[in-house]
């Protein structure tokens, strides 16, 4: 006879043991912390024909877009279904959801998770994957109203209630809702100081905004809540990296790179090297070369070996190639996801990943290299209103933006690079990098007085981040 969790949900043959395990190990992922895995490990140990653990399992092998834990947890799951698990519709759900990821489809698998949570607000599991699945595959909508429409049905006393509103928070900031997001994370961070994800979603409200100053001291406040002992902590030091970026300090960047992002005790998660390629690739763009840092980072994702697993991966480890100079290496990535497009693959979601976004900009990223940059703007152009459809945040994406920008200024492509500056000078004009593309627009045109009020507005706004590290 099973037991029921904290909110009242079925757990099909757990007892008592096993679900305690399962309980701390929803604690654990809500809060980003590593004991997830042996936490889901003792409930599967006290109770091995469990549903839910199983599920739970499975999501984890997943989670880290890591091909071989998603094929390790493939396998493991075949096995536990082929003796016919016994477990209610809830349950049911949740492994039909790890089933379609596991076979790839990541999408049918958001779906079923979707109206799963429809009957059943209150099951964080559910709530969490989903959440995680709608980051991964770039539906902002989704992000903000799978946890939203859910909430109604939470007691805000309820200790899982700060971590919702932390989700909630990034969905509100992925879709434009920058104030409603600001008071959501904070109300998370206030229930929950070490909520890296609330933190993570009020840097993102920031970064969006172009207040980055604030965003140093919400950071700075706040240092050792987040900046070590979970699974985020390389990407919150990654956004502290951005807001150095904005400002022209480099070398503070480059600090945390070293510090944090990649270094000798890396172990090269995936996460963790689109981070690190992701920094680099902004300094790149700005002239910044960094030979021995790309060199070390390209080999970092040779030793990975990834076949086509998730396409926003693909794109960061193409930047590292690049970055190294090691553009046959970057073009051996492209022709390989060439060669299984022209497969079908039904059901995988990473085909429509690779295929509408992913191939075309590695092929974007290549042609940049070799200074074909008119190539750049003809294959960026078209799709740049979409990148979301392969993952990842605004703030993520941004690389990609940044480098159809510059690539819009080196192809003397006047009217595009004016119409693109404009957009992100209206979107945040106290990005001193939006105020810097506008100079040097200016500057090639020939405009000098028009050059210069932009230089003056970025130093105006260098010197507002500046001044929050009391410089």
């Known amino acids: 006879m ?83 698990p016994r477990a209610d519709a809830r349950e049911s759900a949740h492994l039909a959801a790890a089933e379609a990821w596991l076979a790839g489809d990541v999408h049918r698998a958001g779906d079923i998770l979707r109206d799963l949570v429809v009957a059943h607000p209150r099951d964080v599991l559910a709530l969490a994957i989903g959440h995680q699945i709608d980051f991964f595959t770039g539906d902002a909508t989704r992000l903000r109203d799978r946890v939203g429409g859910a909430l109604g049905a939470w007691d805000p006393d309820d200790p899982h209630y700060g971590p919702l509103l932390g989700m909630s928070a990034f969905g509100l ?52 809540d987040w900046s070590g002992g979970n699974y985020l902590n390389v990407h919150n030091w990654w956004h502290y990296g951005l807001y150095a970026i904005e400002a022209g ?125 008119p190539d750049t703007v003809d294959i960026l152009v078209p799709i740049r209103h979409r990148l979301n459809t392969f993952g990842g945040s605004h703030a993520q994406r941004d690389a ?8 819009a200024l080196r192809a003397h492509r006047h009217d595009l690079a004016r119409t693109l500056l404009s957009e992100r000078v209206n979107v945040r004009p106290s990005s001193p990098y939006n105020w810097l593309g506008r100079a040097r627009l200016a500057e090639e045109l020939g405009r000098a007085a028009e050059a210069a009020t932009a230089r003056e507005q970025a130093a105006e706004h260098t010197k507002a981040i500046t001044v929050a590290w009391g410089r």
């Open 2 to 84: 099973g037991v029921v969790d904290r909110q009242g949900l079925g757990l099909s043959g757990m007892g008592a043991e096993a679900a305690g395990h399962f309980e701390r190990g929803l604690d654990a992922l809500l809060f980003f912390r590593a004991e997830v895995s042996a936490e889901v490990e003792a409930a599967l140990s006290a109770a091995p024909e469990a549903p839910m653990a199983h599920a739970f399992a499975a999501y984890l092998g997943l989670l880290g877009t890591e091909p071989a834990d998603a094929a390790a947890a493939r396998e493991r799951y075949a096995a536990f279904a082929a003796g016919g």
């Open 173 to 224: 900031e992925e879709t434009g809702h920058y104030e409603r997001s600001e008071q959501a994370g904070l109300a998370a961070v206030a229930a929950h100081p070490r909520d890296v994800w609330a933190i993570h979603a009020v840097v993102h409200t920031y970064e969006m905004q172009g207040r980055f100053a604030e965003g140093i001291r919400f950071l700075d406040a706040r240092v050792d």
């Open 249 to 373: 300090a480099i070398d503070r960047a480059l600090a945390i790179y070293d510090a944090v992002l990649h270094n000798d005790r890396s172990v090269g998660a995936a996460m963790e090297l689109l981070d690190a390629s992701a920094l680099l690739w902004r300094i790149h763009l700005a002239g910044g070369e960094q030979p021995q840092r790309w060199a070390r980072l390209a080999d970092a994702w040779a030793a990975r070996a990834d076949g086509p697993y998730y396409a926003f991966n693909d794109v960061h480890a193409v930047m590292a190639y690049l970055g190294a100079g090691r553009i046959a290496d970057a073009e051996a990535v492209t022709r390989d996801r060439e060669r299984w497009l022209a497969d079908p693959h039904p059901g995988v979601s990473n085909h429509t990943m690779t295929a509408e976004v992913g191939l075309p900009v590695c092929r974007a990223l290549v042609a940049f290299e070799q200074g074909r940059y």
């Open 400 to 407: 990609i933006q940044q480098t159809l920008v510059e690539a």
